[in-house]
């Protein structure tokens, strides 16, 4: 059974961090584009960041480049997503997904995700 399970949200105070996990589990998580999005009460959910399969290239959206970062873990089939200096507006339900199409993003954004998690809730706030 393929699945995704998002862990790693919690309450976090502006400035603090979280790392994020997407684990995988009836695929290979190396074979596929992955990417993170998230979405906040009232707005469309939005593409975050996107790492490749073929060569690892990273992207990221303008508004957390430079204090997100996505990762790969080979041996324990699982994707990350290290959030650091978080603002009020990250507050958000945070969503891995695979894309089942192409091995490469173009882009901060998933080009056609397959497969979803069921997400995690990160919210920032003092």
């Given at each position: 059974q393929v699945q995704l399970v998002e862990s790693g949200g919690g309450l976090v105070q502006p400035g603090?961090?979280?790392?994020?996990?997407?684990?995988?589990?009836?695929?290979?998580?190396?074979?596929?584009?992955?990417?993170?999005?998230?979405?906040?009460?009232?707005?469309?959910?939005?593409?975050?960041?996107?790492i490749s399969s073929s060569d690892g290239s990273t992207y990221y959206a303008d508004s957390v480049k430079g204090r997100f970062?996505?990762?790969?873990?080979?041996?324990?089939?699982?994707v990350?997503?290290?959030?650091?200096s978080l603002e009020p507006e990250d507050s958000a339900v945070y969503y891995c997904a695979a894309d089942?199409?192409?091995?490469?993003?173009?882009?901060y954004v998933l080009l056609t995700p397959g497969y979803w998690g069921e997400g995690t809730q990160v919210t920032v706030s003092s």
């Open positions: 603090g961090s979280l790392r994020l996990s997407c684990a995988a589990s009836g695929f290979t998580l190396d074979y596929y584009a992955i990417g993170w999005f998230r979405q906040a009460p009232g707005k469309e959910r939005e593409g975050v960041s996107c970062t996505i990762s790969r873990d080979k041996a324990k089939n699982t990350y997503l290290q959030m650091n089942t199409v192409f091995y490469q993003c173009s882009g």
